[in-house]
T-cell receptor, first 112, second 111 residues
Framework: KAGVTQTPRYLIKTRGQQVTLSCSPI?????VSWYQQTPGQGLQFLFE???????NKGNFPGRFSGRQFSNSRSEMNVSTLELGDSALYLC???????????FGQGTRLTVV | EDKVVQSPLSLVVHEGDTVTLNCSYE??????LLWYKQEKKAPTFLFML????IEKKSGRLSSILDKKELFSILNITATQTGDSAVYLC???????????FGTGTKLQVIP
């Protein structure tokens, strides 16, 4: 059974650019959550999608957005990148409301 | 605002020692508490706890939840260098199972 796949694994962007990250969930998992992890702030929740609808949202500015497709794959977009957006972005998927989440390997974003 | 606090922030022990990691929480409409181990990038699932007082066990690791006092502990006995990692506690809450993570406990096991 394939795990959670995140692409790309590494990314370097310059300030002001935008970036799109992708997360393909485990087959049968309809929930996809996105997290930002930095050394100082730990793992911070961005948003969660379930059946193409955003059902939970963290405290991040509107520059961070996401969407989910009918096959449950999800994308996360960050516009007008800032240096502080440099982080490991993790996605986690689960089948439904009461199950554990499985994480992808993450995308390491560096903004220069 | 929902809050999950882990302690200690970091810990250095010798192989063979027993460690106890703590996780306390303040959330609205608690659903479950999960423990994860993060070695390099992807956190891996350890336990999910929903009921008070029932110990979950997997090898040298065990965990228990106290819903009255709003905390959980993760015990690791006979620690090995392979246990070195960041241990994350996460709480699901609310109708749509919002997840709040603690900042983690960094455990280093030295030979």
């Amino acid at each position: 059974k394939a795990g959670v796949t995140q692409t790309p694994r590494y990314l370097i962007k310059t300030r002001g650019q935008q970036v799109t990250l992708s997360c393909s969930p485990i087959s049968g998992h309809r929930s996809v959550s996105w997290y930002q992890q930095t050394p100082g702030q730990g793992l911070q929740f961005l948003f969660e999608y379930f059946s193409e609808t955003q059902r939970n949202k963290g405290n991040f500015p509107g520059r961070f957005s996401g969407r989910q497709f009918s096959n449950s794959r999800s994308e996360m977009n960050v516009s007008t990148l800032e240096l502080g957006d440099s982080a490991l972005y993790l996605c986690a998927t689960r089948t439904g409301l009461t199950t554990e989440a499985f994480f992808g390997q993450g995308t390491r974003l560096t903004v220069v | 605002e929902d809050k999950v606090v882990q302690s200690p922030l970091s810990l250095v022990v010798h192989e063979g020692d027993t460690v106890t990691l703590n996780c306390s929480y303040e959330v609205t409409n608690f659903r479950s508490l999960l423990w994860y181990k993060q070695e390099k990038k992807a956190p891996t699932f350890l336990f999910m706890l929903t009921s008070s007082g029932i110990e979950k066990k997997s090898g040298r690791l065990s965990s228990i939840l106290d819903k009255k006092e709003l905390f959980s502990i993760l015990n690791i006995t006979a620690t090995q260098t392979g246990d070195s990692a960041v241990y994350l506690c996460a709480v699901y809450s609310g109708g749509y199972q919002k997840v709040t993570f603690g900042t983690g406990t960094k455990l280093q096991v030295i030979p």
